[in-house]
């Protein structure tokens, strides 16, 4: 049952891809990009339709949602028949096999990764639900959406709910569909979202760089401990680094390109990010500032009207949903600007030894710091923009943290060491994205490439 | 005639010659990279934690326990809440209204006291116990309709007793009770 609804959430995710794909046929799109992303955003919108069947009254079940993909599924299909017969000649598919010629190291990484990779699935798929933010949220929500068929279920009124029942409803809504196919556990999505990560972030380094470099951050993102450790727990954390950092990477490529097929896959991705947690929308604000600097440059103001209407309306529709029908306001924030210079030493000092612990981000920072240093002369024309919006998005959360009300909120420390060490998973991809695209690391790879290939 | 072959068989050579070492360049990358990765295993802690602890501990972890059952996983990483929790569930009807302790009551008990999670989070027993509600005892006034329908009571540590509408003799450390007794509960 649940191989149905996986491949209907792979559908649903592919057609709207080839729907913004339109007829773009300087398009140069990767597989492994198109898989990672059909997930992502197929289960993102399968959470969106539930919030549409909810606020109609229609019951939310497996055929009420295969209904509904489906039909939009064959709708694209119709439209979009000449790109989908094009689409194989825009994925390069040279996968000729000779052995004097492979990539070895290459392969050792790759098999490095897929071991990792599939420990993490092991271990997410054969142990239970145990953390406690999933048992008292995430999880809950799933099992009773899938029982109950709506989103505004009975736990509200019986204050079995728990504040991690108001999270935007992405996450549980992702584990309600696994429930709703026949599942005993959700695990299948954490697994799922993470994988989607994996590939799409090779994908995308695939396009600026070289395998063997893409392949080795690749490497470096699944052996981050920290984030590896929650890689199996049914978490929000890893699904929103998901759709802000590969949204925002998505962004930085159509500020490069200018393909409109880019600029919709990132402002969708962005509006899932704020469909995962509300703290996400910092990555969104970043974007929006690249997006005011691109209509200001080109005096076209219609991809900011765009982008503003994709990316901020389920930010706007979930808190009005939160207020109006579940009646409860976010207020968890000291709404005026103030100046606290104790508070924020010791924020910038959790920071530091947060961002720098070898035992939780083992090289990740490090490796960014040095291929900063490394690209210094030509810091400000190579990928500027993408180093732009990583530091804007980190000044914007480490300002949510400051700005925290301690009376509402648990104190700063408390928050900053758990909540904040897992919100760095949101830069993780970016900041490797960055090391292995910026100009003397690709150079360094390319000499690897040359020297392998006799070239040199 | 003889010259022509000796320069088609010298460029054959050559080209054997180069295949080879391009093999040898290619395991030589390789060889490197291996080097790098086993660098990097032995100087950053972090990448040690992660193949010794995450990688190789819990997958033998798995392999070890691979026949396990969901109750027993469950009773691995939750322990004696979750024992508890299964006992409460199966003696209760699904449309039970449960009123339990609160917090307080279960501080210095055999339940799990570090963190938050634990029989004593009403949310996170609202996770195993679902469709039956829970109430707390603290939240009388906010629930009023609900306290009225109360159906099974908690008992912890002997709290709970005196909300029955009926003398329990035993001494009893925990158990989930009917708030009244019926012909069919006698």
Same mark, same amino acid.
């Given at each position: 049952m649940i191989v149905i609804g996986l491949v209907i959430v792979y559908l649903l995710g592919l057609s709207v891809l080839i729907a913004f794909m339109g007829k773009d046929d300087e398009l140069s799109i990767r597989i492994e990009e198109l898989a990672g992303l059909s997930f992502l955003i197929g289960i993102g919108l399968e959470t969106v339709f539930m919030f549409i069947f909810d606020l109609i009254h229609l019951e939310i079940?497996?055929?009420? #949602?295969?209904?509904? !993909?489906?039909?939009?599924?064959?709708?694209? +299909?119709?439209?979009?028949?000449?790109?989908?017969?094009? #689409?194989?000649?825009?994925?390069?598919?040279?996968?000729?096999?000779?052995?004097?010629?492979?990539?070895?190291?290459?392969?050792?990484?790759?098999?490095?990764? #897929?071991?990792?990779?599939?420990? !993490?699935?092991?271990?997410?798929?054969?142990?239970?639900?145990?953390? +406690?933010?999933?048992?008292?949220?995430?999880?809950?929500?799933?099992?009773?959406?899938?029982?109950?068929?709506?989103?505004?279920? !009975?736990?509200?009124?019986?204050? !079995?709910?728990?504040?991690?029942a108001i999270y935007p409803p992405l996450v549980e809504g992702s584990f309600a569909y696994a429930y709703l196919y026949g599942m005993d556990s959700s695990k299948i999505i954490t697994s799922l979202t993470y994988l989607s990560l994996l590939l799409a972030f090779y994908g995308l380094s695939r396009k600026y760089a070289s395998s063997l470099n893409a392949i080795f951050f690749t490497l470096l993102l699944i052996v981050t401990p920290e984030m590896y450790s929650h890689s199996s727990m049914s978490l929000t954390n890893i699904p929103s680094a998901a759709y802000a950092a590969i949204g925002l990477l998505y962004l930085f490529i159509w500020f490069e390109k200018k393909q409109r097929y880019y600029f919709y896959v990132a402002s969708l991705l962005l509006a899932l990010n704020v469909w995962t947690r509300n703290d996400g929308i910092v990555f969104n604000m970043a974007g929006f500032l690249l997006m005011v600097y691109y209509a200001i440059k080109n005096k076209s103001w219609k991809e900011i009207a765009i982008y503003s209407a994709i990316s901020l309306a389920p930010f706007v529709g979930w808190t009005i949903y939160l207020k109006y029908k579940i009646g409860i306001v976010h207020d968890r924030f000291v709404t005026h600007l103030f100046w606290d210079s104790d508070r924020l030493l010791r924020e910038l000092r959790? $920071?530091?030894? $947060?961002?720098?612990?070898?035992?939780? +981000?083992?090289?990740?920072?490090?490796?960014?710091?040095?291929?900063?240093? #490394?690209?210094?002369?030509n810091v400000h024309r190579d990928k500027f923009a993408l180093l732009t919006l990583i530091l804007i998005s980190f000044i914007l959360y480490a300002g949510i943290y400051y700005q925290l009300d301690e009376v509402k909120q648990d104190p700063l420390d408390i928050m900053m060491s758990y909540s904040f060490k897992r919100g760095l998973f949101y830069f993780i991809p970016l900041v490797l994205f960055y090391s292995a695209t910026c100009k003397p690391v690709q150079l360094f790879f390319e000499k690897i490439e040359q020297f392998r290939l006799g070239k040199t | 005639m003889a010259k022509k072959r000796r320069t088609q068989k010298k460029r054959k050579t050559d080209k054997r010659e180069i295949k080879f070492s391009k093999l040898r360049i290619n395991l030589l990358i390789a060889l490197g990279v291996i080097g790098l990765l086993y660098l990097q295993y032995k100087t950053v802690p972090g990448y040690n934690y992660f193949v010794k602890r995450q990688v190789i501990k819990e997958s033998r972890l798995i392999l070890e326990n691979f026949s396990f059952t969901l109750d027993q996983k469950y009773q691995v990483e939750l322990k004696r809440d979750y024992k508890s929790i299964e006992y409460v569930k199966e003696n209760t009807p699904d449309s039970a209204v449960i009123l339990m302790p609160p917090p307080d009551v279960f501080k210095n008990t055999i339940f799990n006291q570090r963190g938050a999670w634990g029989i004593k989070s009403k949310i996170w027993s609202t996770y195993f116990l679902y469709p039956r509600i829970l109430i707390q005892e603290n939240e009388r006034d906010m629930y009023p309709e609900?306290?009225?329908?109360?159906?099974?009571?908690?008992?912890?540590?002997?709290?709970?007793?005196?909300?029955?509408?009926?003398?329990?003799?035993?001494?009893?450390?925990?158990?989930?009770?009917?708030?009244?007794?019926?012909?069919?509960?006698?």
């Open positions: 079940n497996a055929f009420t #949602l295969a209904t509904l !993909s489906l039909l939009i599924v064959t709708a694209i +299909y119709f439209y979009h028949r000449d790109t989908i017969q094009g #689409l194989f000649n825009k994925i390069p598919g040279n996968y000729r096999f000779h052995f004097k010629e492979t990539n070895f190291a290459w392969g050792i990484l790759f098999l490095t990764v #897929l071991i990792a990779l599939c420990v !993490s699935v092991l271990k997410s798929l054969f142990w239970t639900t145990a953390a +406690y933010d999933s048992i008292a949220g995430y999880d809950l929500m799933g099992k009773v959406i899938a029982t109950e068929g709506k989103l505004f279920v !009975s736990l509200f009124k019986t204050g !079995s709910s728990g504040g991690r959790w $920071i530091k030894s $947060i961002t720098f612990y070898l035992m939780f +981000y083992g090289l990740v920072f490090y490796i960014f710091i040095f291929t900063i240093v #490394l690209n210094f002369r | 609900l306290y009225n329908r109360i159906t099974h009571v908690m008992v912890i540590n002997q709290w709970g007793l005196d909300k029955l509408n009926y003398r329990v003799k035993r001494w009893m450390y925990y158990t989930v009770l009917p708030i009244r007794l019926t012909d069919s509960v006698e």
